[in-house]
């Protein structure tokens, strides 16, 4: 007799293993269908401190806090070096958890999938889904050779490639935010002792901008974004683009003088999208397999673990209550949307001059840094204290482009302060 599982979920990322782990733990049979085999490289390695909840609710934060360094927070500076902010978790309007974590994606996400088996999920990898057809009763997903599966509904968790928005025409991308990322790790890149080592730090130049998230205690990420056009005009491969564009940030050079590459140069454009559709009766969309709006405020695993999680609950209900479903699913697509149009807003505000140029001036009697510091943490909340705060800072970015209520930022660096370390791929 054929298997029928109650949930297949496409995918073993966050969101999958999210979502596997509360519905196996609820009892229900899973199949976790994994294209890679875990680990493998991930970028997205700085956390929000709203997702601790999640996992609380997953019963996975001491492994968490066995593994990975803790995270209080973000510095943004200026490329020009004239200007830097730090704003600590433990500061923001409403955030009950002060801090986060920065992860090595390829551990994290093994840790969460292995997490998910010793909930009562079945987790299969290394294995190909061709595509999924529905009817009434369910779905049968086919996978590469002729094997196919039957489930009661399916979550797609499969990432950017998002399986079902492909086979159904749904994704829809950002004119706006066609960019292009390029990153790598090092070893031995200088920091600041103590919490202040613990931030991510974001620089802010002319046509780009850059992270620095500490992994390790020696090992970093490292990257750099910018408009898809302008990285195609330079016409270099992103290994020798990364390293110039390294070589010309004083303000990255200042720590660079210990540093070695210690990873391949990965390079990633135009990741910028949404399906016009997350759910079906049959099926939900997860994850970045729902939309993917920008890497600037580490939203993404963030937004992966609180929609597993929505999605498991929503798939909950159809299974045990038939006819809330159709509810639990619209409800669960609203949610979703809502989240994405919110940090699809700070997002866009981010990529015009003005921002940095308000942002790292905040009026600090209306406690804007507190309330920008809150969205930043992850709360969706939306309480007042917040909303109207939000809504002044983009008021005031607004009036930035013609009024200069901020002094106007000189965003070019310096000249290289040291030569770049050569290479080293370990």
């Not at 987790?123 to 039957?150: I, N, S, Y």
């Not at 580490?298 to 937004?303: L, P, Y």
Request: proline share 6%; hydrophobic share 40%; with cysteine.
């Amino acid at each position: 007799m054929e298997t029928v599982y109650d949930t297949v979920i496409l995918g073993g990322g966050p969101a999958g293993s999210a979502a596997a782990t509360l519905l196996a733990r609820g009892g229900r049979k899973v199949l976790v269908l994994e294209r890679e085999k875990f680990p493998r490289f991930k970028i997205g390695e700085s956390l929000l401190p709203f997702s601790t909840e999640t996992f609380d609710r997953l019963g996975v934060r001491e492994k968490l806090n066995a593994r990975f360094i803790i995270k209080h927070g973000a510095e943004i500076a200026t490329s020009c070096g004239s200007h830097n902010l730090k704003f600590y978790f433990r500061e923001g309007l409403q955030v009950p958890h002060p801090t986060a974590y920065q992860v090595t994606r390829s551990e994290f996400d093994k840790i969460l999938l292995d997490h998910a088996v010793e909930n009562g999920a079945e987790v299969r990898e290394e294995v190909q889904v061709e595509r999924a057809d529905f009817d009434p009763e369910g779905a049968t997903v086919k996978l590469a050779g002729g094997e196919t599966v039957r489930a009661r509904f399916v979550i797609d968790a499969t990432g950017r490639n998002s399986l079902l928005g492909t086979q159904f025409g749904l994704k829809k991308t950002y004119p706006h935010l066609q960019k292009f990322a390029v990153y790598a790790h090092y070893e031995d890149v200088d920091r600041e002792p103590g919490v202040d080592g613990t931030l991510i730090r974001i620089i802010r130049a002319k046509d780009r901008w850059f992270w620095m998230i500490p992994l390790t205690e020696t090992r970093m990420s490292i990257g750099l974004v910018m408009d898809t056009a302008d990285f195609k005009r330079f016409k270099q491969p992103p290994e020798q683009f990364l390293e110039q564009a390294i070589v010309e940030q004083p303000v990255i050079m200042e720590r660079m003088s210990r540093a070695t590459r210690a990873s391949q140069v990965y390079a990633a454009g135009d990741y910028s999208y949404r399906n016009t559709r997350l759910t079906g009766e049959r099926w939900l969309l997860a994850g970045d397999a729902a939309g993917f709006i920008d890497p600037v405020f580490s939203t993404g695993v963030f937004m992966a673990l609180i929609s597993g999680e929505q999605a498991a609950e929503a798939v909950e209900i159809a299974l045990s209550t038939p006819h809330r479903g159709p509810k639990a699913f619209a409800k669960y697509e609203k949610k979703l949307h809502g989240v994405m149009d919110l940090y699809l807003r700070f997002v866009t505000a981010w990529y015009c001059p003005e921002f940095i140029e308000v942002f790292i001036r905040p009026e600090r009697r209306l406690k804007l840094p507190q309330a920008i510091n809150s969205v930043l943490a992850g709360n969706l909340g939306a309480s007042w204290a917040v909303k109207w705060r939000m809504e002044l800072f983009y008021l005031v970015v607004k009036l930035q482009k013609r009024f200069a209520l901020c002094p106007r930022l000189d965003l070019t660096p310096g000249p290289p302060q040291r030569p770049m370390p050569l290479a080293s791929t370990k």
